[in-house]
């Protein structure tokens, strides 16, 4: 299985972008998927995540009110809506899948399924 990311481009503080992930192979059913972001120099960060049953989400604390993340489960697809996005928030975009324990959500190191990300770049 890999997860893709799209949708990524170059906009101005105070724009919004919708990003889509798409899950590639035979069977996808994880505990939940999640997005992820790495700016240059920096480490991976988690963004947002979305229980594949039941829906339940969470958000870092620097997203939290801008980030909206959905899935459609019959077309296998993530999706990340970022509205009032900001300079901070320059970075390449991964999703991946996850069948860790909810306590591991926000830890990359239990996720597959990572794809080559989407780039978003903010300008002020």
């Known amino acids: 299985v890999q997860l893709q990311a799209s949708g990524g481009g170059l906009v101005q503080a105070g724009d919004s972008l919708r990003l889509s992930c798409a899950a590639s192979?035979?069977?996808?059913?994880?505990?939940?998927a999640a997005w992820f972001r790495q700016a240059p120099g920096k480490e991976r960060e988690f963004v947002a995540a979305i229980r594949w049953n039941g829906g339940h989400l969470f958000y870092s604390d620097s997203v939290k009110g801008r980030f909206t993340i959905s899935r459609d489960n019959a077309r296998r697809t993530v999706f990340l809506q970022m509205n009032n996005l900001n300079v901070e928030d320059t970075a390449t975009y991964y999703c991946?899948?996850?069948?860790?324990?909810?306590?591991?959500?926000?830890?990359?190191?239990?996720?597959?399924?990572w794809g080559h990300g989407t780039q978003v770049t903010v300008s002020s």
């Open positions: 192979g035979l069977t996808f059913n994880p505990r939940q």
């Open positions: 991946a899948a996850s069948n860790g324990i909810l306590s591991s959500i926000r830890d990359d190191r239990t996720y597959y399924g």
